[in-house]
């Protein structure tokens, strides 16, 4: 896959009759991130639950890392009971500053009750706070669906897999902290 370069300088938006929002300004710099794997540590903290989803996902993450020239040795692969449990984890990970980027996959289904939308409000919290807090670059490659056939479509059959995409956005986020100098 070829990228763009990491920084480019650009001429101002012009529109006739109207002062552009960069009056004045000659050029500004654009940061975009490298898909370059090679060099960073990677963990990946799947959860366990509705593993015959998850498993795909962390199959589809894998790929995407060895496709961005990930050294095996370089990634860690955590297996929790749940969804609920990978904050935990990836909090741990990220405090031991033993990973430059943190993965998280896993399913969350929707039942009959409202359990599903409190595990996924919190799991989403859960792992946005951690970025914050932390400065780890955390990448949300848990699905929440509907029903079983959107995870199973979203884990390599028809809308992709999910655990791909999460990959190649980490990656590429860490590779724009890097590249700006914002470690």
Known sequence: MKCSRTSARIRPLRIPGKASATEGVTSMKIHQGKLQAKGFRIAIVVSRFN??????????ALEALQKMGAQ????????VPGSFEVPLVAKKIA?????DGILCI????????????FLSAEVT??????AMDDGVPVSFGILTVDTVEQGIER???K???????AAFSLVETLNVIKEAGLR
């Open 51 to 60: 593993s015959f989803i998850s498993e795909r996902l962390l199959e589809g």
């Open 72 to 79: 095996e040795a370089d990634l860690e692969v955590y297996k």
């Open 95 to 99: 405090k031991a500053k033993a990973a």
């Open 106 to 117: 896993g399913a969350l289904i929707r039942g009959d009750t409202p359990h599903f939308d």
């Open 125 to 130: 919290k859960g792992l946005a706070q951690i």
């Open 155 to 157: 884990a390599g059959t």
């Open 159 to 165: 809308a992709g897999n999910k655990g791909y995409d």
